[in-house]
């Protein structure tokens, strides 16, 4: 049963009261996505922030490094977050540049604003989300999907700031923000991923599959890990690998989008 004022019960309501940085309604316009950012900042940034009318910007939700989730602007409401204007055919975002958007639920001359609902993340791009990040990040989306009918798949319902705007905000919420294991969950869980994680806890390999090494060996369906990760050097270069049952993975310090195995 959806809320009458869009209001999420298990966030701290922390309203914005001016009319410069959100609007009241939607313009006639449904939900179509929950789009995700980071903050590239402390959680206590935003409310300043979406308070004050110069900045003409907001967001619906927060969600902090320790699980803390804000809420400045009611779900039925419009918040500022993925501002982008139409003009003769192309889409521009906020510093008049043209954007290409890779989203394809854009409607042609509406703002997006009108039917996305916002979720800023505490922290900068390079960093790794906490677990009370990603949880209070997955109950959040749970109770969108509860209040919308919403179902989730990346790319067309779950989308990143940069799905609008690959100019300026490309790593917006940027490589850390873990889609694919939010789909997995939202989707019910992944049993194959479980079946994975409880049988390396068994053999007293604690396994962390968002690491780059377990993301490959997953992938690749190498079995299962026999080790933790380890480092070693090649030619003073550091490698980090890891013993699987089908192989060793292995990658240079520092390319982690490149991982081998033997
Ligand atoms: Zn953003």
Same mark, same amino acid.
């Given at each position: 049963?959806?809320?009458?004022?869009?209001?999420?019960?298990?966030?701290?309501?922390?309203?914005?009261?001016?009319?410069?940085?959100? %609007? $009241? +309604?939607? /313009?006639?316009? *449904?939900?179509?996505?929950?789009?995700? =950012?980071?903050?590239?900042?402390?959680?206590?940034?935003?409310?300043?922030?979406?308070?004050?009318?110069?900045?003409?910007?907001?967001?619906?939700?927060?969600?902090?490094?320790?699980?803390?989730?804000?809420?400045?602007?009611?779900?039925?409401?419009?918040?500022?977050?993925?501002?982008?204007?139409?003009?003769?055919?192309?889409?521009?975002?906020?510093?008049?540049?043209?954007?290409?958007?890779?989203?394809?639920?854009?409607?042609?001359?509406?703002?997006?604003?009108?039917?996305?609902?916002?979720?800023?993340?505490?922290?900068?791009?390079?960093?790794?989300?906490?677990?009370?990040?990603?949880?209070?990040?997955?109950?959040?989306?749970?109770?969108?999907?509860? %209040? $919308? +009918?919403? /179902?989730?798949? *990346?790319?067309?319902?779950?989308?990143? =700031?940069?799905?609008?705007?690959?100019?300026?905000?490309?790593?917006?919420?940027?490589?850390?923000?873990?889609?694919?294991?939010?789909?997995?969950?939202?989707?019910?869980?992944?049993?194959?991923?479980?079946?994975?994680?409880?049988?390396?806890?068994?053999?007293?390999?604690?396994?962390?599959?968002?690491?780059?090494?377990?993301?490959?060996?997953?992938?690749?369906?190498?079995?299962?890990?026999?080790?933790?990760?380890?480092?070693?050097?090649?030619?003073?270069?550091?490698?980090?690998?890891?013993?699987?049952?089908?192989?060793?993975?292995?990658?240079?310090?520092?390319?982690?989008?490149?991982?081998?195995?033997?």
């Amino acid at each position: 049963m959806p809320t009458a004022d869009g209001l999420c019960p298990f966030a701290t309501q922390r309203p914005i009261t001016n009319s410069e940085n959100f %609007e $009241t +309604g939607r /313009s006639g316009q *449904r939900v179509k996505a929950v789009v995700l =950012h980071i903050g590239e900042g402390p959680l206590t940034a935003f409310f300043p922030t979406f308070s004050n009318p110069a900045r003409k910007a907001s967001a619906h939700f927060t969600v902090g490094k320790q699980g803390e989730i804000e809420q400045y602007v009611s779900i039925h409401d419009t918040a500022y977050a993925n501002g982008l204007r139409w003009d003769n055919g192309m889409w521009r975002n906020p510093r008049g540049i043209q954007v290409t958007p890779a989203w394809q639920g854009l409607i042609p001359a509406i703002n997006p604003n009108y039917y996305t609902i916002s979720i800023e993340h505490e922290g900068f791009f390079g960093e790794a989300w906490t677990e009370p990040m990603y949880l209070a990040n997955l109950k959040l989306l749970q109770w969108i999907r509860d %209040e $919308t +009918g919403l /179902s989730y798949a *990346r790319g067309e319902t779950l989308i990143g =700031h940069n799905d609008f705007d690959n100019i300026d905000r490309p790593n917006c919420p940027g490589p850390n923000a873990p889609f694919d294991r939010m789909i997995a969950d939202l989707n019910g869980g992944d049993a194959r991923r479980a079946a994975l994680i409880a049988g390396a806890n068994k053999i007293g390999v604690p396994l962390n599959d968002q690491s780059a090494l377990a993301k490959y060996a997953l992938q690749n369906r190498l079995g299962i890990p026999l080790t933790d990760e380890f480092p070693f050097t090649v030619g003073g270069m550091p490698y980090i690998g890891q013993v699987w049952s089908q192989a060793v993975v292995y990658v240079k310090v520092g390319d982690f989008g490149n991982v081998q195995r033997t």
